[in-house]
Structures are given as C-alpha cells and as structure tokens.
C-alpha cells in the first residue's frame, strides 16, 4: 500500500519562504514520477510541479517557475517543494501525489494515481 503524508504547511507572510514535505511510504520514491499540485478557494486543482522517475527531470507551472523547487532525498523516501518569495495568490491547499505511469510525464491532476491528504499554506501579511 502506497501512502504519502505532507507536512510543513502554515501561516507566512508575503515574501517569506516555506518548505512542504511529502513522505512516500510503500513503495521507492525513484519509482514514481512526483508531483505537487494545489486548490486555492473557489478554484480548480492545479499543477504546480513534478519531479520525475529515476534521475529525475524538473518541471515547473508558470506561475512558480524561479520561486519553487522540487527536491527528492531516496534515502528518506520524500520528496520536497522549497517556496521562496510567496505571494497571497499561493494560498492553498498543496498536495503531493504519485504517478505510477513513467513513460510519460504527467501534468493533469486525473494522470495522477496517489495522493496526499493536503497541507494549507497561507500567505498573508
């Protein structure tokens, strides 16, 4: 059984940074293809960014391209979403998930087959 627990959401005001955590247990992080997606109030689920299988490629949404990064620790079986330089339109509820499917790389939420329970993240001054 595959379960993955984020932590690390909370309070931050605009400029500040946070790091959410994703713990993947059941199966080896390398295996999956990693993402990070996100629903703000009123709005639809949205990609924020993946980590691939194996060596790992990046990919990022527009909207966070230079102020996020995605990181993986095998050793610990997680992966990482670094924000720096948060904005009030970042508030959310931040999900990890895990697509089995690594002969492509999934941007859509429905491609996605394990998911986080969800940490908020709030960014208010």
């Known amino acids: 059984q595959v379960l993955l627990v984020e932590s690390g959401g909370g309070l931050v005001q605009p400029g500040n940074s946070l790091r959410l955590s994703c713990a993947v247990s059941g199966r080896s992080v390398t295996t999956f293809n990693m993402g990070w997606f996100r629903r703000a109030p009123g709005k639809e689920r949205e990609f924020v960014g993946v980590?691939?299988?194996?060596?790992?490629?990046?990919y990022y949404a527009d909207s966070v391209k230079g102020r996020f990064t995605i990181s993986r620790e095998s050793a610990k079986n997680t992966v990482s979403l670094q924000m720096n330089n948060l904005k009030p339109e970042d508030t959310a509820v931040y999900y990890c998930?895990?697509?089995?499917?690594?002969?492509?790389?999934?941007?859509?939420?429905?491609?996605?087959?394990?998911w986080g329970q969800g940490t908020q993240v709030t960014v208010s001054s």
């Open positions: 998930a895990a697509d089995r499917d690594i002969g492509n790389t999934a941007f859509a939420a429905e491609e996605y087959d394990y």
């Open positions: 980590i691939t299988w194996g060596s790992g490629t990046y």
